[in-house]
């Protein structure tokens, strides 16, 4: 009795294991394939967690997502003293992609903050061609001071510019 039971048990778990398989072939947040009904990617960063929500609509086909954290020699430097100053972990967004609809991109920072900075000082930013860095200069940036999270929208991606937050004056 005791050794059909375990036999039962044993094949519940497989099936639950295989059912959690289904869809992207993945059970890691980070990499996933989202379709035309939306979805959202996850990527801890140690200091909190990276969100990207891909709205239904923005992408017209099933897509093959994954949000990393790329190697320190892609990301531009820590910008000088009087410039602004990185207050997250860089994140990347692959493949590259033109999206139908703003996709959300929530981002953790820590503190504390630079001497003279405030939550109100923080943006999210993207890595530029020239080893810099860009405000998104969108009018959805919010910063959730509790949570410690900045959250903010973008209509495309390129794998070789990470986002990251940026205490600016």
Known sequence: MLRKSLIGAAAILAIVSIAGCSGS????????T???????????????????TIP??????????????????TVPPDPAVDKPVLRSTAIRIQP?????????????????????????NLLICQANAANGWDRLNTADSTI??????????????NQTRPYAILAVK
Not at 112 to 117: H, R, T, W
Not at 144 to 157: E, G, S
Request: aromatic share 4%; no cysteine; glycine share 10%.
């Open 25 to 32: 072939g993945s059970t890691d947040p980070s990499t996933r």
């Open 96 to 120: 590259d992609t033109t999206f139908n609809q703003p996709v959300t991109i929530t981002l953790p920072y820590s503190k504390p903050l630079p001497a003279g900075k405030t939550e109100a």
């Open 34 to 52: 989202i379709g035309p009904e939306g979805g959202f990617l996850t990527k801890s960063l140690g200091i909190g967690n990276a969100t990207v």
């Open 56 to 73: 239904a609509g923005a992408v017209a086909t099933p897509t093959k997502f994954t949000v990393s954290v790329p190697d320190a020699s």
């Open 144 to 157: 959730d001071a509790t949570h410690q999270t900045a959250t903010d929208t973008i209509m495309n991606t």
